[in-house]
């Protein structure tokens, strides 16, 4: 995978899920982190999450290896019981619901 630039992205897994992920949410499930991302957060910076995956999965050679390369244990899907696809897939998907919920998104 070349150098991309997935700021957004990469501050919603450093800052929800990165080694202080308790501060939003003591749990140990996604979906908390998401919501309090999404409280949080700027309609904007929604839309630049859903880019910013759109361009990583479409980067990518091997999701799992350019993901755990990436992300190099900043956060590990599998110790949330995920795979970065799902993890992806849910993060997009509670994004977009959100945007839609909220007036948002066509």
């Not at 499930?29 to 990583?56: C, N, R, T």
């Not at 956060?75 to 919920?101: C, M, S």
Request: with cysteine; charged share 30%.
């Amino acid at each position: 995978m070349d150098r991309i630039n997935i700021s957004a992205l990469d501050d919603l897994i450093v800052i929800y899920f990165g080694q202080d992920y308790d501060l939003f949410d003591d749990s140990e499930e996604i979906e908390p982190k998401i919501d309090a991302f999404l409280a949080a957060s700027h309609k904007g910076l929604q839309h630049a999450v859903i880019d910013d995956i759109d361009l990583f999965l479409l980067e990518c050679d091997d999701l799992e290896a350019d993901f755990r390369a990436h992300y190099r244990g900043t956060f590990v899907p599998e110790n949330w019981g995920t795979t970065p696809a799902k993890f992806l897939d849910l993060v997009k998907a509670r994004i977009r619901l959100h945007l839609q919920v909220s007036g948002h998104l066509d």
